[in-house]
């Protein structure tokens, strides 16, 4: 066998060319997941402030972090996040899709305009966000003073801001959801809503038994996707807050651990504590996505 | 043309319809108005005023914008060439060969879901060490990185969707594997290479984190050059309006005339939307 691999003139196999082509991806991939992930690992069990040599102080830094009400804080409030706009995400995407979901003039116009949000980054939506929120010369609040509504503390107070920023968030991500389920619905076979009507089933009806378990592949798929980017939510925090009156996500303390307080071995235990979180969910969302994809 | 009825109901959905829309525009068409306003006239309350492009002048004199915005050009292109170049192989070879079974696509796609913090302190102290800090080379790197494993994803599906048969009847007309590739399916899979190409670039073009921490001076990128406008003390709106305008219009051009392939790309190309 090993022979035959040596000799020059015997062309390659399938799958030794198929291996050759992945080569560049596994390399890069090895060197930038791999370094990272171990560097961090050994990291986390020292005390290191970024200048210095590092000391080993074994499991203090999980001990730390797991005791911190800061940490347990902002992972709960990125898990009131994640919940919130993907709920608000789907409900209105819905409504919205089943709205679109007709024939009109205009469509390619109005698909366009409705994607904007989506694509523009995330830093400059929270900045667009707090000009047209600013409480003096901000152009919501002019309106809203029309109908004597002042001082609404968009970004100001403890008990409103994250609030805000989830709603700029949907805001940016709401068209992704729509298009998403709009795409469903275009998609779904005709005849057994026929038959549901001739059946007599109201639409209330055929919503529930019909549009949502065909649809529900979809909505796994944009639960699982934006689970992934919302746990991550830092940008949109830097164009308003940073941080500030409760609006702190994990990221954002992972990100002050390390490049404020340049606390590398807290930063490094957090970012593997992450990790784990991120592995989980994502396991888990994955088999509920493959399952939901078997029973079509 | 057959005239249409009028109906209630048809007023109401163009109602809500106009009001959706609307919601999801304004906001950035304001930003589009507030670019060509004094800082005066941002800072008043009445709606009326005359348009100037101080703002504009400003950000290419005073600030040097151009000098952000090429870095920025510079960045998002080199490192959506070098994604393109390891990402297009090895999405082909997932498709026809998949040489690993499909273990390691999912490998490479679950480096998506890596939260970037853990990469950030380990590589922020790599390139300190290796003077790659502010340089374009390191963050080019970090994003060579973060889009390859979406780009090899999303090619995949548009590779997968070639039928196999065509390259067979190559194969049968005595084509090599190469010859294979470079007549039969790159042609084919033109489409999908450039939607991945756009994509790619637009997210290089957007990102902010990594930026922020790897790049200050030399290789600063247009993100960052818009953070440090809500970092003054007194915040020049008009400027950074007028930056946001010029930054955004890529995208937004993508916006309006890709839109047939937006969701696939967003949703790594599960969603052929």
Not at chain 1, 250 to 266: A, L, N
């Amino acid at each position: 066998m090993k022979n035959k691999k040596t000799t020059p003139k015997k062309p390659m196999s399938d799958k030794q060319f198929g291996w050759l082509l992945i080569a560049p991806l596994c390399f890069v991939l090895a060197v930038f997941m791999l370094y990272p992930t171990v560097y961090a690992v050994v990291m986390s069990f020292t005390k290191y402030l970024m200048k210095g040599t590092p000391t080993w102080i074994g499991a203090d830094n999980y001990r730390y972090i797991l005791h911190n009400s800061e940490m347990w804080n902002s992972l709960g409030r990125t898990g009131l996040t994640v919940i919130i706009c993907i709920v608000f995400e789907l409900v209105l995407g819905m409504l919205l899709a089943l709205l679109l979901n007709r024939d009109f003039r205009g469509q390619g116009i109005v698909r366009g305009l409705c994607f904007m949000p989506l694509l523009i980054s995330p830093l400059a939506m929270s900045l667009i966000w707090s000009y047209i929120l600013n409480n003096q010369y901000g152009i919501v609040n002019i309106i809203l003073g029309w109908f004597n509504i002042y001082n609404i503390p968009w970004f100001s107070s403890v008990s409103m801001a994250k609030y805000t920023i989830m709603g700029m968030t949907i805001w940016q991500w709401l068209p992704f959801s729509t298009f998403v389920l709009l795409a469903g619905l275009k998609g779904l076979p005709k005849d057994q809503f026929e038959a549901a009507q001739v059946d007599g089933s109201s639409s209330w009806n055929t919503f529930w038994r019909l549009t949502v378990p065909t649809l529900k592949p979809l909505i796994m798929i944009i639960v699982l996707l934006r689970v992934m980017s919302l746990i991550r939510t830092y940008d949109p925090l830097y164009g308003t807050t940073r941080g500030g009156l409760g609006t702190e996500t994990f990221d954002w303390y992972v990100y002050r651990m390390g490049f404020v307080k340049y606390d590398v071995g807290r930063g490094t235990a957090l970012g593997v504590f992450s990790l784990v979180i991120t592995l989980l969910i994502s396991n888990v969302l994955y088999s509920q996505l493959m399952k939901a994809l078997k029973k079509r | 043309m057959k005239k249409k009825k009028f109906s209630w109901k048809r007023v109401v959905f163009w109602i809500v319809l106009i009001s959706v829309v609307s919601l999801f525009v304004f906001p950035i068409f304001w930003v589009y108005v507030t670019a060509f306003k004094t800082n005066a006239a941002i800072r008043s309350t009445s709606l009326a005023f005359t348009p100037t492009i101080e703002n504009f002048v400003f950000l290419f004199t005073t600030r040097n914008a151009q000098v952000p915005l090429l870095n920025t050009i510079i960045i998002s292109v080199v490192s959506t060439l070098l994604v393109m170049l390891i990402s297009i192989p090895a999405a082909y070879s997932f498709a026809r060969y998949s040489p690993s079974g499909n273990t390691l696509l999912f490998t490479t796609i679950s480096t998506r879901m890596f939260p970037g913090v853990i990469a950030a302190i380990p590589f922020f102290l790599l390139f300190r060490d290796l003077n790659l800090l502010d340089t374009h080379i390191g963050i080019i790197l970090m994003y060579v990185y973060f889009n390859m494993s979406f780009a090899t994803f999303l090619m995949y599906g548009f590779f997968v969707d070639i039928p196999e048969q065509v390259e067979y009847a190559a194969m049968v007309d005595g084509y090599s594997r190469l010859d294979i590739i470079r007549k039969i399916v790159f042609p084919l899979a033109k489409p999908g290479i450039a939607i991945t190409t756009i994509f790619t670039l637009i997210w290089s073009w957007n990102e902010f984190f990594f930026a922020f921490l790897f790049t200050g001076k030399v290789a600063k990128a247009v993100s960052v050059e818009l953070s440090l406008f809500w970092g003054a003390t007194q915040i020049q709106w008009g400027a950074m309006a007028a930056l946001m305008c010029i930054a955004m219009l890529p995208t937004l051009a993508v916006a309006i005339f890709l839109q047939k392939y937006i969701v696939r790309g967003l949703s790594f190309g599960a969603v052929k939307g």
